[in-house]
């Protein structure tokens, strides 16, 4: 993968809508103690989601590189898979491509009680299908007509729907990336979609600005995030996503764990059980 090198940490920033960047990245142990106090509330909205029975659907669009995956983890890495759950579709089956486009992602919606996490959703149609010259223009500004009233439908059926677009200038793209080459944590994350969409940076940018164009709706707008800087990003987000859904802490009485059982008759048995090896 030949690259231009990225310019340094504090490269030229993205500008949209004249939206202006810190020009220091945050230290870890600021983020930290902030995730942490986010967290926090996190799991009392979790609480209040189930207790309510509410609906939340949550997408996340953006760039290739752009953090959407790491925001995701910060999200849900302390609640409850069962009621935060994230849907990360695979490319479609044959059968699939023969359904209606939405047919796929229906069944993903949450029911009450669930938070739904899209890491990339129908608007694959609108960002790296149209791109990447998987569906004709002609589908693709159909889609773009059609996706509201998908919408509008979606949230009259009582869905909170919140849309989020993680932008990330050239310069952090490239380094992000090229740190995925030799990285052996991180070489899953380049695909070769990622290889050949990397040279297609306007196509995509063009993209970006028709599908608002369509689809930043008052009622289902997209809510935009820098993500230069990933962990101001992350709170960012995270701080943004607790205000769209009022909330409150449920009381509970304090857990006072109760005494356990005295052994009796239980003796340790000799079994020779299979235990790891200790490697570290």
Same mark, same amino acid.
């Given at each position: ?5 990225? !310019? ?23 983020? *930290?103690?902030?995730?942490? !106090? #986010? ?11 189930? #207790? ?19 925001? $995701? ?29 939405? %047919?796929?992602?229906?069944?993903? #919606? ?45 949230? *009259?059926?009582? $869905?909170?729907? $919140? ?9 952090? %793209?490239?380094?992000?990336?090229? +740190? ?10 380049? +695909? ?36 230069? *800087? ?10 943004? #996503? ?7 802490? $449920? ?30």
């Amino acid at each position: 993968m030949k690259t231009k090198k990225a !310019k340094g940490k504090n490269s030229e920033t993205p500008k949209l809508n004249g939206s202006e960047l810190p020009t220091e990245k945050m230290k870890t142990k600021d983020y *930290d103690k902030k995730l942490a !106090k #986010l967290h926090v509330e996190l799991v009392k909205l979790q609480e209040w989601v189930k #207790l309510k029975g509410l609906k939340v659907c949550v997408v996340f669009e953006g760039r290739d590189g752009a953090g959407k995956g790491g925001t $995701i983890k910060a999200i849900t890495e302390r609640v409850s898979p069962r009621v935060f759950r994230v849907v990360a579709l695979t490319a479609p089956t044959e059968r699939e491509k023969s359904q209606m486009y939405i %047919q796929r992602y229906l069944p993903h #919606l949450p029911a009450a009680g669930e938070v739904v996490i899209f890491d990339r959703s129908w608007y694959n149609r609108a960002g790296v299908e149209r791109v990447m010259g998987f569906c004709t223009e002609e589908t693709a500004e159909r889609f773009l007509t059609i996706v509201p009233l998908v919408e509008r439908a979606i949230i *009259d059926s009582g $869905i909170i729907l $919140i849309k989020y677009w993680l932008e990330v200038s050239e310069e952090e %793209q490239t380094r992000r990336l090229e +740190s995925r080459i030799d990285d052996g944590r991180k070489t899953w994350k380049l +695909s070769s979609m990622d290889l050949d969409s990397y040279s297609k940076w306007y196509d995509y940018s063009r993209a970006r600005d028709e599908m608002f164009k369509a689809t930043d709706t008052d009622f289902s707008p997209w809510n935009v995030a820098i993500s230069n *800087d990933k962990k101001r990003a992350r709170l960012n987000i995270i701080g943004h #996503l607790l205000s769209q859904i009022p909330y409150k802490e $449920i009381h509970k009485d304090k857990v006072v764990l109760p005494k356990r059982q005295k052994p009796g008759h239980y003796k340790e048995p000799n079994y020779p059980f299979r235990y790891i090896k200790d490697q570290y």
